[in-house]
């Protein structure tokens, strides 16, 4: 959890001060009434606070820091394991899955890209019953959209 | 009172009003079982609707939604630890081991029970104190509000537990992202890069659905794939005897649940603070006054009570500001206070004057609810108990699917969708780097009405901020403030 804290704190920094230095200032505008706060006040008061946090994040993080061991695993329990390298490759994935999902939606449209992903998804996950991964992968999607043009008339795209 | 109770429910006891509270609870359930749903969706689906239906039926079929929503998220968190509704991750960090150990219909049933408690509670707390809330709301300006929300984010940082650092990270990063948009007081764009489906904000909708369930299932799909994630065994010997819930069990959590409930009716009756900020309250509160704070996270089911009577009690208190001064609790309550207009009734201290009738039927149609919530949610507890036997490998990804559905029905936006798998991915790693993302989701929703209170404020005080401090109400929550911040910074250094 060390690295894993000097690589979030070293993150969320980059990130806090990209948004401070750059995305705010260009991207928000003055203040409308020399009595209101500016538009880009909030959004700063945040970043400071996350850039704050990340320098004492990095301090925990380096070898002679004041380790949170202990504390990380406060609301998820096991799963925060720490970010190694099987969650990143397991991001990168989740990230291609996700790019290629959508586009499948912005052109095939809804049924091919999930009936695709429900294919890919469960043989990742290893399901051998090829009639019942046939079955769910085109039965769940069709059911799908069909209930929710006649419950709501929504056509899923 | 008694008397327009008894009217009340002399009005709202018709065939037709009972068929409605039940297509509205199980419909409620259906669509907080479904993790991405929820009863808000359901609710903004169903409003019109409603135009179809008279008042009383229309309001009851609607709060039967809410009601049914609220314990139905419940069941894919315990389940799957897929939280249906935002507010339901705080019973899955107790219901969700208690599964694992091959009990899911004891937690369910816990869940059930207590999910009702809090209801009962809280209408009971909306019939006698609607009229009075409103003659004390109406002293609250925006400095008082700024004051509560900044007494809220100090709450947050007790959410954090001893990652005090992480959460308020993520409370920050929750607060940025809540400004993305346009400017609330002078309608500027900040930070949407000129992109329509940004002007609006990120969808609440979007990132609670990408953090929270999709976030969950990834990581079980991805754990599940390398095997560290162990399949759900309900089906044993001693499956039936273990998922008795005994009376003196349910009974010996007394304390938390009257203390969750009077929780989530007072988060219930300041406006804008949800039913997410309920369950984790009334979660660290039953964990701090616990003889075995140890306990709760390995399926503790004083952990479950609390969370689900805290969070059901904010349904009926919402109302409160809803009915006696107009102001929406919750996203749900718009909605409700959208469904009133339908058919002429304005919230608002006059709704009690002028309809008074309708009001105390809606109050009558509440509690029959409760009732009916009870015996709808226990017949179903063996069906959604079927759930766990459902192959992980199957049942996850379609989780997937309802995701993207769920968020696309509302907004027809494959935007939105997009929004949703990116925080799923920020999600997944905020997981197995331990922020908390209750915290983040906190954030986002407190951060605008934060924003507003403040500017509002500065604009009617000329800049002068000193009004936080001479005011009593604010006053008072300011220290609170100082005070819980120096108690949760203390107990974290320790």
Redesign the interface.
Known sequence: ?QA??LV?GVV?GIGAAG?LFW??PN???P???P???A??F??S???W??LL??A??IK?GLPFGRH?Q????????D?????GI??IA??GL??AT?VV??LL??TLG?LVA?IS??VA??V????QVYW?LAT?AVG??VA?YWI?WFA?T?E?? | MIESLISGFEAAFTFTNLFFICCGIVLGIVFGVLPGLGSVTAIAIMVPITFYMSPVAAIAFLVGINKGGTSGGAIPAILINAPGTPEAAATARDGHPLARAGKPEKAMKMALYSSVFGDIFSDIMLILLAAPFAAIALKFGPPEFAAIILFSFTLIAALAGKSLVKGIAAAALGVFLSTIGLDPVDSTSRMTFDKVELFDGISLNALAIGTLALSSVLSQMFDARAGGNQAVEPVSSDYAKDNKLHPHEYWSQWRTLLRSACIGTGVGMLPGLGVSLAAFLGYGAARRASKQPEKFGTGALEGIAATEASNSAVVGANLIPTIALGIPGNVAAALLIGAFMIHGVVPGPLMMVEHAELVYSIFACMLMANLLHLTIGRVGIRIWGLFVRVPKNIILPVVVLFCIVGVYIPTNSLFDVGVMFAFGGLGYLMRKSGFSIVCLVIGFLLGPMFEMSMRQTMLMHKSDLSIMVTSPISLVFLILTVFFLWRFGFRSKK
């Open positions: 959890m894993t804290n979030a969320l948004a995305l705010i991207y928000t505008a203040p409308q009434s009595l209101d706060l538009p880009g909030m959004p008061v945040a970043m606070v996350c946090l990340a004492l994040l925990s949170d202990v504390h990380a695993d406060e609301e998820f329990g799963e925060a394991s720490g970010v099987a969650t397991n991001f989740w990230v996700a999902l959508m939606m912005q809804f999930a992903f429900l998804a469960m990742y996950m290893r399901l019942l769910i769940i999607p799908l929710i709501f929504i899923l795209p």
